[in-house]
């Protein structure tokens, strides 16, 4: 091995093939190609993305390979993302990094992609100190993690239904916006007003979540105005409604971590995930955080999004450990954090 390993990233879970080179637990390289193929059907389609992906997988490496300045033979170990993801997405980059380190006969270390969201936070040597709250909000996920230390950590709260992102791409979906729907609906809300109608919130006892309530209350909304007057209505009050909707989102995400960290008396909070670029939920979370005394840690805007360079970090970390997997690892669609 290199004096400064230099390791290779992949991340295949879901929609977006990633590619990553870390040496000495540095970025020197990150490419994400997100499938367009998915937004005509408003959510993703498995059996397209997996198709996608290998199509994708050895252009997107070899660009993260030539943008880091490495061949195939400075790499010294291989990380890539087990699960939790698609099935038939994430085979694709697992058999690809099985085969490449197996003929490069370099490690293979299998990682989880919440620990991937996680390990997104220590980017470029930032992020919180242990322990602290983490709330990984993303299309797939919704769950409440005290992290306690590196690879330790305890599941608080999860979504009982829907995660927080796949509310805000069913929402946009109902409101003829895009896929995915998260950015778009926080453009449109930032003109609106947050008051304009009161969408009931879903509160669970302990520190679970659902978001399955919210989005089929958007839908009644919509219905109760008539046929011919809805389309009039959302074109005139779009920006209220999406401003409404984020609001009503981001008092059920915070509520439960707040309570976690009075009851823990944890004070630094951090959010993780696609969900966490949401400016109006890291501002609510950064004013909480400071009521407490406590501060909020956000990934870098590029990496709150699924991306390889978290899951090659996360595997600079379980090496700098010595923690490998052999090449009989197979994925877990259905892997959980703890
Ligand atoms: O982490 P990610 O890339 O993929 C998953 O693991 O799911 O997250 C994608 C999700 C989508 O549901 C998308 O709508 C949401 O994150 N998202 C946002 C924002 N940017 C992305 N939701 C709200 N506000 C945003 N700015
Ligand atoms: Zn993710």
Redesign the pocket.
């Known amino acids: 091995m290199h004096s400064s390993p230099v390791l290779l990233g992949i991340e295949t879970?879901?929609d977006?093939t990633a590619a990553a080179v870390v040496a000495d637990g540095k970025i020197l390289s990150s490419i994400v190609s997100s499938q367009d193929v998915h937004s005509k059907f408003g959510g993703v389609v498995p059996e397209l993305a997996s198709r996608a992906h290998q199509r994708l997988i050895v252009p997107v490496v070899d660009e993260a390979l030539a943008v880091a300045g490495m061949a195939r033979a400075d790499l010294d170990a291989i990380a890539v993302t087990i699960g939790p993801g698609l099935a038939g997405s994430l085979l694709v980059g697992l058999s690809f990094s099985k085969a490449l380190a197996f003929g490069l006969g370099i490690p293979l270390v299998g990682i989880n992609?919440l620990e991937g969201?996680i390990y997104s936070l220590f980017i470029d040597d930032k992020g919180p100190s242990f322990p602290f709250l983490c709330l990984i909000v993303?299309?797939?996920?919704t769950q409440l993690i005290k992290v306690e230390a590196k690879f330790e950590h305890t599941l608080l709260g999860r979504t009982r239904d829907d995660?927080a992102?796949?509310a805000?791409?069913k929402v946009a979906k109902l409101l003829g916006l895009g896929y995915?729907?998260?950015?778009e609906?926080?453009k449109l809300a930032a003109g609106g007003n947050p008051s304009f109608h009161d969408f009931p919130r879903t509160r669970l006892q302990g520190y679970d979540y659902s978001f399955s309530g919210i989005k089929t209350s958007v839908l009644y909304y919509l219905n109760a105005i008539s046929d011919t007057d809805r389309d009039e209505h959302i074109q005139n009050h779009i920006s209220d409604i999406c401003a409404s909707f984020q609001e009503a989102v981001v008092d059920m995400l915070t509520r439960p971590i707040v309570k976690a960290a009075r009851e823990t008396g944890i004070r630094d909070l951090a959010l993780a995930?696609?969900?966490s670029?949401?400016?109006a939920?890291q501002t609510r979370m950064r004013e909480l955080a400071e009521r407490m005394d406590g501060r909020l840690f956000v990934p870098d805007q590029k990496y709150?999004?699924?991306n390889a360079a978290m899951i090659a970090i996360a595997g600079h970390h379980k090496l700098a450990g010595n923690e490998f997997s052999p090449l009989t690892l197979t994925v877990n669609p259905s892997l959980a954090l703890v």
């Open positions: 879970s879901c977006d992609h969201h993303s299309g797939g996920h995660a992102g796949e805000f791409d995915p729907g998260g950015p609906i926080e995930g696609g969900v670029a949401n400016i939920l709150c999004m699924d």
